[in-house]
């Protein structure tokens, strides 16, 4: 049974989110909003399995209160 990986699993964490920032420099929020959600649709995809979109949507919604 596949579980959703909560712990670091990328290989270059500083890589990834220097790319992502490069990805949105310059861009308008409306840009940036297509693009957040082009992604997101790409890396479900790639997941593909439900469960785990399931779970992973759930963790998502799971919004900190302020005081944390």
Do not use: C, W
Request: proline share 3%; hydrophobic share 40%; net charge negative.
């Amino acid at each position: 049974m596949s579980q959703l990986i909560t712990d670091n699993n990328f290989s270059d964490p500083d890589a990834f989110y220097a790319a992502l920032a490069d990805l949105h420099r310059d861009r308008s929020s409306s840009e940036s909003e297509t693009i957040n959600a082009r992604l997101i649709l790409l890396l479900a995809n790639q997941v593909g399995d439900q469960k785990i979109l399931d779970a992973a949507l759930r963790v998502a919604g799971q919004i900190p209160s302020q005081s944390e």
